[in-house]
């Protein structure tokens, strides 16, 4: 596959969570879709107001989506959606 195609296909695939994490009741069900849909990619719910100074990687009706990334330990915002570990959720403030 190309890098277009690649970054094309993750954009597809961010598009694609967004819209699943906005289809649920609570934040809690869109992360129980998201780990279904996306495993084993990591979902883990945050508070939108700890991730004030982070840019979502994608912005839904409902719910906000950062990129996150693990060396194993750590865990990170990334903007690197090749490298993704899994995403942070949380609801629209």
Avoid: K
């Avoid at 989506?65 to 942070?88: K, R």
């Amino acid at each position: 596959m190309n890098a277009t195609a690649d970054v094309s296909t993750r954009a597809a695939s961010l598009s694609e969570a967004i819209a699943l994490a906005d289809s649920a009741n609570t934040v809690r069900e869109a992360a129980l879709l998201l780990r279904e849909r996306f495993a084993p990619l990591r979902v883990i719910v945050v508070d939108a107001f700890d991730m004030r100074g982070e840019t979502p990687a994608a912005v839904g009706q409902r719910r906000l989506l950062w990129g996150a990334v693990s060396d194993g330990h750590c865990w990170q915002v990334s903007a690197d959606l090749s490298a993704l570990s899994g995403f942070y959720l949380a609801d629209q403030a």
